[in-house]
């Protein structure tokens, strides 16, 4: 990994979010899979299904936040680092907007306080 990101994991009601900082755009990025798996409270498999039928109705409606997804090598579940579909915090409200959850609003509140940590 660059000297310019440092890989944290996150949690957000006992499930893991994979997360990136980087130092360079002071920003995080954010699993999308792992955020998905939390709002249809599902396994990682049904996450990463899900996650593409939604990619591609984002792609379809021209959605911004799908162009500006990025993939960074990431944990994985069998322990090998995989690219993983990351997008900022900013494009995961976008994200999360897409897909009707009644945990949408308490992780909005979660990635707000993740913002406000680094600002802090």
């Known amino acids: 990994m660059k000297n310019d990101i440092i890989a944290l994991n ?4 006992n499930e893991k979010i994979r997360t990136i900082w980087n130092k360079d755009e002071e920003k995080y ?3 999308v899979v792992d955020i998905v798996k939390v709002l249809i409270d599902c396994d990682y498999q049904q996450a990463r299904n899900n996650w593409k039928v939604i990619k591609f109705r984002l792609k379809k409606e021209g959605n911004e936040t799908v162009t500006n997804c990025n993939q960074l090598k990431l944990l ?3 322990g090998k680092y995989r690219l993983t579909d990351v997008v900022d915090i900013e494009g995961m409200f976008r994200v999360i907007e897409s897909i009707p959850s009644k945990k949408a609003e308490p992780i909005k509140l979660w990635l707000a306080h993740l913002g406000k940590e680094r600002i802090d």
């Open 29 to 31: 990025y954010i699993s």
């Open 76 to 78: 994985s579940q069998d």
């Open 10 to 13: 996150k949690t957000f009601e």
